[in-house]
């Protein structure tokens, strides 16, 4: 197909207001989602009832009432030969997501100067024939930042005519790496300056959403706690430059099979978390931050800690997982050579990868094989995907732990659906509050061939403090487990109904679950959380023993607190 026999939501010439459709009914929406009916198919068995009488009107200002949701499946960190240190192609990454069930993911190429003078367009265009060639599948254009004086970050616009144009301008103009920015250390004289030019950075993609020269773009830090040099300091700075673009962070980071036993060596830990501190990273953080705890980041895996610290201020600020795919575990591919003359400087692309017969390293697994973000939408479609993301409509799993999740909080008084993922709901003091969670367990058996089986859903609480003092700190001393339900057997659909009481103060609540099979007592304690995830011993943590859900809030406002 030639690029001028592309669809219309291929065509760069298209707007990306044409990209999705309005007011699309539910059946509509299945109808267009085609092969990926099943996942709206699953978060419509998890919908609950339509909503009833409407509340007195004394109470219209309080309660909630959000939309019905369908959940697509996709990952927002892959690699592929217009990164210097990957190896596949646009096809192969395509037909391997696509087989593992991905809805949409964004290619995330490292920023370099070979990419910005020439991957970037030449990825453009296999991007059009990707999106031709894979039409059940929203395929997006991202780039990872080199965060000034910091680590790195996804970046993505929606589909349109600036997409790349967006993207190129943004690398050469504010990437740490290509810029020299990189440095963040306490004793570096340029720290300051690096970390106002991040700032800058996520302004000025604000402004070009703005004035309309992308219709979207969004930004997720990327493993935050992977070499520590991602402050807290700076992440709230990042977040309060424009809330609406810097919208999170991944919760578990990629690189998920590094520890698989026998695989990588004696010392490797799932996520390649095998950093100590640097004179680059942030002093206040543990040696302890610096592993993953059940495959999660320390940041999100400590109840209590860094997330929640952000939480309880009463801002949102998103949690996702994803493949960070660069080389997959056990595959037989190997980088193709260089013709005479020819490197990444000069070229902005990898040689095309060539198959063996034997094993090649790697610690990463396929777009969805391991790792799955959930969104919830009301339609489908490129910004349909990034207005739930924003929103905050995320849950994550591992290993294919549930087939679905639907959250819904509300008062016992009213008769709507409630508010869930990312929302909030108004609330009076001393009111009665139901949580529902609408649970659809693994169906089939995983690609690893294990049926999976959730053992424990666990709602974290957190006081809602407002804007903190120190901007470095990372803990919340009132949040922790407040309920731990068994749901060990349990099969198919079922809703736990959880109740909960307003008190004088504003909190969320948030969810997390496993397969039970490694938990002890969390890092903060087990008055905190008495069987939280923990790390593994040193190249043996086989992911696929260790899987966990979580969920982002949903924000309870007691009037008058």
């Keep these: 197909m030639t690029e001028q026999q592309l669809p219309s939501w291929a065509d760069p010439s298209v707007s990306p207001a044409d990209l999705d459709p309005q007011g699309v009914s539910r059946r509509g929406l299945l109808r267009r989602a085609g ?14 009832a339509l909503a009833g009488p409407a509340s007195a009107a004394s109470d219209r200002r309080l309660g909630g009432d959000d939309p019905r949701l369908a959940y697509l499946v996709g990952d927002h960190h892959i690699h592929s030969v217009y990164s210097h240190d990957a190896k596949y192609t646009f096809s192969q990454l395509a037909a391997a997501s696509a ?78 790496k290509l810029l020299g920015y990189d440095k963040g250390g306490a004793a570096d004289a340029d720290t300051a300056r690096n970390e106002a030019h991040a700032v800058k950075a996520i302004q000025w993609l ?29 992440m709230r700075a990042w977040r309060d430059a424009a809330p609406e673009i810097m919208i999170g962070m991944e919760a578990a980071p990629g690189a998920q099979g590094a520890a698989i036993p026998g695989w990588r060596g004696a010392t490797s830990i799932r996520g390649e978390y095998e950093n100590k501190p640097s004179s680059q990273s942030w002093a206040g953080y543990p040696a302890d931050a610096y592993l993953t705890y059940g495959g999660f980041d320390w940041a999100t895996a400590t109840v209590g800690g860094l997330w929640d610290s952000m939480l309880a201020e009463g801002r949102l600020f998103s949690i996702t997982t994803n493949s960070d795919a660069h080389r997959i575990v056990f595959d037989t591919w190997k980088n193709g050579d260089w013709p005479a003359g020819q490197n990444f400087d000069t070229t902005g692309k990898l040689p095309d990868p060539v198959n063996t017969t034997t094993p090649q390293p ?47 909080l509300k008062r016992d008084c009213d008769h709507g659906r409630g508010v869930t993922l990312g929302g909030r709901l108004r609330v009076r003091k001393g009111e009665k509050l139901t949580l529902n969670v609408t649970v659809t367990t693994a169906s089939r058996p995983n690609p690893q061939g294990i049926l999976p089986e959730l053992a424990h859903v666990d709602v974290v609480r957190g006081a809602v403090r407002g804007p903190v003092t120190d901007r470095d700190a990372w803990q919340a001393p009132d949040t922790r487990v407040v309920r731990t339900t068994d749901v060990s057997g349990r099969k198919g659909t079922y809703t736990l109904c959880i109740p909960l009481t307003a008190g004088d ?57």
Excluded: K
Excluded at 215 to 233: C, K, Q
Excluded at 381 to 402: C, S, T
Excluded at 515 to 529: A, E, F, Q
């Design 206 to 234: 604000a402004e070009q959403r703005r004035r309309r020269y992308v219709d979207d773009v969004l930004v997720l830090a990327n493993h935050p706690m992977r070499l520590g040099i991602d402050s807290p300091h700076e």
């Design 362 to 408: 790697g610690s990463d697994f396929w777009p969805g094989q391991f790792s799955r973000t959930h969104v919830g939408v009301t339609r489908y479609g490129y910004r349909a995907v990034m207005a739930g993301l924003r929103a905050g409509r995320v849950w994550l799993d591992h290993g294919h732990l549930l087939d679905g999740l639907d959250v819904r």
């Design 505 to 561: 103060e504003s909190f969320y609540v948030r969810l997390r679950g496993s397969d039970g099979n490694r938990n002890g007592p969390g890092y903060l304690g087990t008055s905190v959380d008495p069987h939280g995830p923990i790390p593994h011993a040193p190249g043996d943590g086989d992911p696929w023993a260790d899987t966990w859900f979580y969920s982002n809030p949903v924000f309870v406002d007691v009037a008058g607190a």
């Design 99 to 176: 087989r593992f069930g991905l809805d949409w993911m964004v290619f995330t190429e490292h920023s370099n100067f070979g990419h910005a003078r020439f991957g970037a367009a030449l990825e453009h265009e296999e991007i059009l024939r990707a999106r031709a060639e894979n039409p059940r599948q929203l395929i997006f254009q991202g780039l990872e930042w080199y965060i000034p004086g910091a680590e790195h970050c996804t970046v993505f616009a929606a589909p349109g005519r600036h997409e790349v144009d967006l993207l190129t301008r943004f690398e050469s103009a504010y990437d740490g």
């Design 35 to 48: 092969l990926f009916g099943a996942a709206f198919a699953l978060g419509g068995a998890a919908a609950p």
